[in-house]
Antibody, heavy 125, light 106 residues
């Protein structure tokens, strides 16, 4: 059974870089069927997609965060990572990693399943 | 940028049918999916590709998508269905989530 687990510091200072890692177990991150994604949720608010990565390193980013986001993959460790630079209090959120699944019989049909348990990152001095 | 609009809250009595809508420009031309999120938990996929249920999701969950509106329907709503629900679609390789709907079963 596929599982994803986020890890990283729970507290980051303003203007610094947030770094998180997602460890995938139960399947290979190098599968050609899937992308791997980061999604965040500020306390009491909705979901926001951050970006996606393929095992080859191809990435897609949310245009609103693109200038500050880097997502990378380490296939040898079955992990992918998120870096978000110049953070402010507005970046305080629960950060989730998830697998993006594509439909096999329909085009442009994608969904996220499963999700990791999430990790709260607070930006504060 | 593309937007998906959901009602902030929906209330339903136990055993009745709950309908949660998600509106977006020509949403029916895209595929929509739905996630359920209970307090303190990660989101769980309940509907994908407009109307398909993942393994393990009860049959009382169903979905449709036409015109500008996708709808999540929960038939015979149970207390355990009380949660936040989010719709999601894709637009030009960008992921878009709706703002979420809090379903209250009372």
């Amino acid at each position: 059974q596929l599982q994803l687990q986020e890890s990283g510091p729970g507290l980051v200072k303003p203007s610094e870089t947030l770094s998180l890692t997602c460890t995938v177990s139960g399947d290979s991150i190098s599968s050609s069927r899937y992308f791997w994604v980061w999604i965040r949720q500020p306390p009491g608010k909705g979901l926001e997609w951050i970006g996606s990565i393929f095992y080859s390193g191809s990435t897609y980013y949310n245009p609103s965060l693109r200038s500050r986001v880097t997502i990378s993959v380490d296939t040898s460790k079955n992990q992918f990572s998120l870096k978000l630079s110049s953070v402010t209090a507005a970046d305080t959120a629960v950060y989730y990693c998830a697998r993006r699944v594509a439909a096999t019989t329909a085009t442009l049909s994608y969904w996220f399943d499963p999700w990791g348990q999430g990790t709260l990152v607070t930006v504060s001095s | 940028s593309y937007e998906l609009t959901q009602p902030p809250s929906v209330s339903v009595s136990p055993g009745q049918t709950a309908s949660i809508t998600c509106s977006g420009d020509k949403l029916g031309h895209k595929y929509a999916c739905w996630y359920q999120q209970k307090p303190g938990q990660s989101p769980v996929l309940v509907i994908y590709e407009d109307s398909k249920r993942p393994s393990g999701i009860p049959e009382r969950f169903s979905g449709s998508n036409s015109g500008n509106t996708a709808t999540l329907t929960i038939s015979g709503t149970q207390a355990m269905d009380e949660a936040d629900y989010y719709c999601q679609a894709w637009d030009s390789s960008i992921v878009v989530f709706g703002g979420g709907t809090k379903l209250t079963v009372l």
